[in-house]
Every structure is written in C-alpha cells, then in structure tokens.
C-alpha cells in the first residue's frame, strides 16, 4: 500500500483536522494570543497529525505486508481467512468475521468435493472389478473352446469386440477393459 492510498483513504478526516486547525488558529487569534504562541500551537498541531498518520500507515503496511506474504506461501488459497491476524479494533473485526466465514465455507466446499471425488473413483473401481469378473470367465470359457469355433464367435461378436470397438470418450470401463491382456483367440480378429 502507498502512503497516498492510505491518505486517500483518510481523506475526510484530515480535512475535518484541518479545518479544526484553521478554527483553533482564528479563535486563539480572536482571544489575543500572541504570534510565537499561536503559531507555535499551529504547528505542533500539525505535527501530531503528521506523526499519528505517518504511524498508523507504517503500522498498516506492516500488517499488509505479512499478510501478503502468507497469501504468497500458501498453496491453497482459500486458506488464507484461516491465517489471518487478529483483528484490533471493531472496522476489522468485522472483515474478519465475514473472512473467516468465507474461508471455512470454501474449506467445507473443497473437503465436499474431495470426498465425492474418492466416492466416485471406489464407485468405477468396483464397478470395473464387477464387469472384469464375468469377461474373464467368458474370455477362459472362449480360449479353452478350441473345439468351438461358434461358441468363440458368438462372444466375440456380442460381448468382447464391443467393448473393444467402444468410441465413447471417457468411458473408463472400456479404456481399462483395453488395457486387459487378450486372450489368443481376440488377437485374430481386432486390431488394437
């Protein structure tokens, strides 16, 4: 952050200072003071404002400064809410409570989609175990019935050849069946 943003963002208030400066200078003015002291007075005014403002940018820069620091490190982002500091007075307070509600519902939201996601996956790998154990049967049932030329036809045309002829994109079941060694009978009549 700037010192002209943070200014920027103070600007209603230093112009209230000023103009409290100004009436302090004309009422001391109208009372009799003299110059060393009205001016005196003036500038020491002026001199806490600068001090006060010129102490709290560097304090805020301090704090910014850490905290984009620990959004820089951070792998997964949406953690952040769950480091920020402690807030010191009630303004951040409040931006810390609606920040740490978003963080924990966006933590929430990511441990939902990882459980779905391992759900999902279990859910294919038993699915692909239920369908590999039937064609290993039938594929050990077609190579022992050499004597069966029919029989191994018949599978081929309406199980085995299917699967391996699927154009489906994505479709997982019949990309890990492909993977399956072919029995020596499939051999001659697909080409992978």
Same mark, same amino acid.
């Given at each position: 952050?700037?010192?002209?943003?943070?200014?920027?963002?103070?600007?209603?208030?230093? $112009?209230?200072?000023?103009?409290?400066?100004?009436?302090?200078? !004309? %009422?001391?003015?109208?009372?009799?003071?003299?110059? !060393? *002291?009205?001016?005196?007075? @003036?500038? %020491? %005014?002026?001199? #806490? !404002?600068? #001090?006060?403002? =010129?102490?709290?940018? =560097?304090? !805020?820069?301090?704090?910014?400064?850490?905290?984009?620091?620990?959004?820089?490190?951070?792998?997964?982002?949406?953690?952040?809410?769950?480091?920020?500091?402690?807030?010191?007075?009630? #303004? @951040?307070?409040?931006?810390?409570?609606?920040?740490?509600? #978003?963080?924990?519902? =966006?933590?929430?939201?990511?441990?939902?989609?990882?459980?779905?996601?391992?759900?999902?996956?279990?859910?294919?790998?038993?699915?692909?175990?239920? *369908?590999?154990?039937?064609?290993?049967? $039938?594929? *050990?049932?077609?190579?022992? =019935?050499?004597?069966?030329?029919?029989?191994?036809?018949?599978?081929?045309?309406?199980?085995?050849?299917?699967?391996?002829?699927?154009?489906?994109?994505? $479709?997982?079941?019949?990309?890990?069946?492909? *993977?399956?060694?072919?029995?020596? %009978?499939?051999?001659?009549?697909?080409?992978?």
């Amino acid at each position: 952050m700037r010192l002209c943003d943070y200014l920027a963002g103070k600007a209603t208030v230093l $112009c209230a200072v000023g103009i409290a400066i100004i009436l302090w200078g !004309v %009422f001391a003015h109208l009372c009799g003071a003299n110059a !060393v *002291l009205l001016w005196g007075s @003036e500038a %020491f %005014f002026v001199a #806490v !404002v600068i #001090v006060r403002y =010129a102490v709290g940018y =560097a304090v !805020v820069n301090n704090r910014l400064k850490r905290l984009q620091k620990s959004r820089d490190e951070l792998d997964k982002k949406y953690l952040l809410g769950e480091l920020l500091p402690k807030p010191h007075d009630s #303004v @951040e307070r409040e931006y810390y409570d609606v920040m740490s509600t #978003v963080s924990r519902a =966006a933590i929430g939201e990511a441990e939902k989609a990882e459980r779905e996601k391992e759900e999902y996956c279990e859910f294919v790998e038993q699915w692909i175990h239920e *369908l590999k154990t039937p064609l290993t049967a $039938c594929s *050990l049932n077609a190579t022992t =019935a050499g004597t069966r030329p029919r029989l191994n036809a018949s599978l081929n045309a309406r199980i085995i050849l299917p699967i391996l002829r699927c154009t489906t994109r994505g $479709c997982a079941v019949c990309k890990t069946i492909r *993977l399956l060694p072919l029995p020596t %009978f499939a051999k001659r009549w697909t080409k992978r």
